[in-house]
């Protein structure tokens, strides 16, 4: 008769082959996958929509904004911009160091 727990160790160690054996096997698949998944998405297309192709699809969709939305949106973003210019700008004019 063998040990109450021979029976559960003999499992054990066979589960444990079959980890070995299928882990390499599942990596390989996985880097395979990624592999086969290298470079651009979209078949080495250049991926940046043209100015006229999201023009297209703004209309087709009907989110084409107005002239006058385009224009307002252009004046908030000059003012954002010039508004961080002045940010950016020294308060006070540097004094050139003086430390040897």
Sequence with gaps: MAAPGAE????????????????????????????????????????????????GEERAAGVRQTPAERKSEDQELQGLYKDLLRQEQPTSPARPSTSR
């Design 8 to 55: 559960l160790h003999h499992r054990m160690a066979v589960a444990a082959r079959i980890a070995l054996i299928v882990m390499p096997m599942c990596s390989i698949a996985a880097f395979a996958e990624a592999q086969a998944r290298n470079g651009n998405e979209s078949d080495f297309r250049d991926w940046q929509p043209t100015r006229s192709e999201a023009a």
